[in-house]
């Protein structure tokens, strides 16, 4: 099985004892599994369902289950872009295999689009090949993650946001990173707030403010802002509040499965929308 390593994969490899039979094992096909967790938008008729976040889990039953193990077990072996490429391949294949027609959010590593010239083409490709309009999905980066805006200046970068796939900045915790830009003067189509941060602005009036300067910051620059970390009714109520329209946590639902995503309603109201998630 042929992957693609990262510049430093050999010094590492060689300081991982059974390091090629363990990259095999989380890169073979089928050892990845990708869970759908819904984005909603708050509205007078309710909730409506505007996009799902896709979550990889890897090999079931192993330490590597959890997407953090994974990656973790990918950066000491030296395979993070082989991995990336696999988990948005599961992502995009399940998808189209179950008929989810929703916008796509997908999380892809600083590295990939760094080390990896060729993965804005496989991307492409990937979408195309399972039907996937490119306009339906975004790239979440972490925000702590992307190497002084250096992710923004790649080529990847570029050449993605030339196709039309969207950039958003995951786990944004200050106005700053709104300024996050690449050389054409691209910024973020989405920023997503850090769960920690929001759910602290219910007692903390730090937290509460850089919240506000995010949604205020980002409102003025025409980028979208999703609340994540909505885990319970005042979550739900300080987004609205704030402004905020899109929302994300397990107040609206956790992560789900594939056949269960591709039952749930575009656009009904609360309770229908609430009860198909979890129907």
């Given at each position: ?5 990262d ?5 590492r ?57 994974l ?22 294949e ?42 339906r ?75 506000e ?67």
């Open positions: 099985m042929r992957t693609l390593m510049p430093l994969e050999p010094a490899r060689d300081r991982v004892p059974g390091a090629s039979a363990l990259a095999q094992a989380i890169l073979a096909p089928g050892a990845l599994r990708t869970m759908f967790q819904p984005i909603v938008r708050l509205d007078r008729a309710g909730w409506t369902l505007r996009a799902f976040e896709c979550l990889t889990r890897g090999p079931a039953g192993t330490p590597f289950a959890s997407a953090d193990a990656f973790d077990a990918a950066r000491r072996l030296g395979v993070v872009t082989a991995l990336d490429r696999a988990c948005v391949t599961t992502a995009l399940t998808a189209a295999r179950h008929g989810i027609t929703s916008a796509l959010f997908l999380n892809v590593r600083p590295e990939t689009l760094m080390w990896d010239p060729t993965f804005p083409e496989f991307l492409g490709m990937t979408a195309a090949t399972n039907g996937i309009d490119w306009t999905v975004t790239l979440e980066i972490g925000a702590a993650e992307r190497h002084d805006d250096a992710t923004f200046h790649s080529p990847g970068a570029r050449a993605l946001l030339a196709l039309g796939f969207h950039i958003a900045v995951d786990d944004v915790t200050s106005a700053a990173s709104l300024d996050a830009r690449g050389d054409d003067g691209y910024i973020p189509s989405v920023i997503k707030v850090d769960g920690g941060v929001f759910r602290a602005a219910a007692t903390d009036l730090d937290s509460l403010r850089r919240v300067a995010l949604a205020r910051g980002a409102g003025h620059r025409g980028i979208g802002v999703v609340a994540q970390g909505v885990d319970r009714d005042e979550d739900l109520l300080r987004a609205s509040s704030l402004g905020i329209e899109l929302v994300q946590g397990y107040h609206i639902s956790g992560p789900i499965s594939p056949a269960r995503a591709a039952r749930a309603k575009a656009t009904f109201g609360t309770f229908e929308l609430w009860t198909s998630l979890r129907g």
